[in-house]
């Protein structure tokens, strides 16, 4: 499945506890909750970059690829190829996701999937491996009669221990020693409309811009 991300901005803050909680409360009055889940992503990158013969071989910048599931259910899982603004996703098996964190990439082209395919020349071709894991709750609003939406990513945790993805009680304890942190996300078409900059300037005026971010990719 290929989609195009509706929404060409998108901006990401780091928040403090306390500005977390009186944006969130402002959200609750102002804005539908849209839905709330626990996400697991484990993301990929290419090491070619640092190899003296890279050259032109290297992945393009805007080109990634990411494992995700969500409310520790790791029955579903997506493979999300994003590319730009847009993204392409097909679901794999629990199975298949073992097999591939222990190194085992043949099955990747028995299923004759383009997704798949184009992954396992990345994985055998680029030197693509597993990068860092994050493990957050996302709550996600949408504001009334605007074409934008905000998400407040909640106990955001990292690991590297990349063969503990899809066991979230290992995942736990690799964090547990960790400060979970807030961030603020932002995905509008056009502009941030003034009431809005004012919300956000009363209720979390301590918050860092981190950078534009990427697309997000939801939970359906």
Same mark, same amino acid.
């Given at each position: %499945?290929? *989609?195009?991300?509706?929404?060409?901005?998108?901006?990401?803050?780091?928040?403090?506890?306390?500005?977390?909680?009186?944006?969130? @409360?402002?959200?609750?009055?102002?804005?539908?909750? =849209?839905?709330? *889940?626990?996400?697991? *992503?484990?993301?990929?990158?290419?090491?070619?970059?640092?190899?003296?013969?890279?050259?032109?071989?290297?992945?393009?910048?805007? !080109?990634?690829? $990411? &494992?995700?599931?969500?409310?520790?259910?790791?029955?579903?899982?997506?493979? /999300?190829?994003?590319?730009?603004?847009?993204?392409?996703? @097909?679901?794999?098996?629990?199975?298949?996701?073992?097999?591939?964190?222990?190194?085992?990439?043949?099955?990747?082209?028995?299923?004759?999937?383009?997704? !798949?395919?184009?992954?396992?020349?990345?994985?055998?071709?680029?030197?693509?491996?597993?990068? /860092?894991?994050?493990?957050?709750?996302?709550?996600?609003?949408? %504001?009334?009669?605007?074409?934008?939406?905000?998400?407040?990513?909640?106990?955001?945790?990292? $690991?590297?221990?990349? %063969?503990?993805?899809?066991?979230?009680?290992?995942?736990?304890?690799?964090?547990?020693?960790?400060?979970?942190?807030?961030?603020?996300?932002?995905?509008?078409?056009?502009?941030?409309?003034?009431?809005?900059?004012?919300? =956000?300037?009363?209720?979390?005026?301590?918050?860092?811009? &981190?950078?534009?971010?990427?697309?997000?990719?939801?939970?359906?």
């Amino acid at each position: %499945m290929t *989609t195009t991300h509706p929404y060409a901005h998108h901006l990401r803050y780091k928040l403090t506890p306390a500005d977390y909680a009186a944006l969130r @409360t402002r959200l609750a009055a102002d804005a539908v909750c =849209l839905r709330t *889940t626990g996400i697991h *992503t484990l993301r990929f990158a290419s090491y070619r970059g640092a190899l003296a013969d890279a050259g032109s071989q290297d992945i393009p910048a805007d !080109l990634h690829y $990411s &494992l995700h599931y969500y409310d520790n259910d790791p029955a579903y899982l997506r493979l /999300v190829r994003q590319c730009g603004w847009e993204s392409a996703y @097909t679901v794999i098996a629990e199975a298949e996701c073992r097999a591939l964190l222990a190194g085992e990439t043949d099955w990747l082209l028995e299923r004759y999937n383009p997704i !798949l395919q184009d992954f396992h020349d990345c994985l055998t071709e680029q030197l693509l491996l597993p990068q /860092v894991m994050l493990s957050y709750q996302r709550e996600i609003f949408h %504001m009334n009669n605007l074409n934008m939406w905000v998400a407040l990513d909640t106990d955001i945790r990292t $690991s590297l221990e990349h %063969m503990h993805f899809l066991d979230p009680e290992l995942l736990e304890r690799d964090s547990e020693e960790q400060e979970g942190q807030f961030l603020l996300e932002v995905s509008y078409s056009d502009d941030v409309p003034d009431d809005v900059l004012c919300m =956000l300037e009363e209720a979390a005026p301590r918050r860092k811009l &981190l950078a534009a971010a990427e697309p997000a990719c939801l939970p359906a």
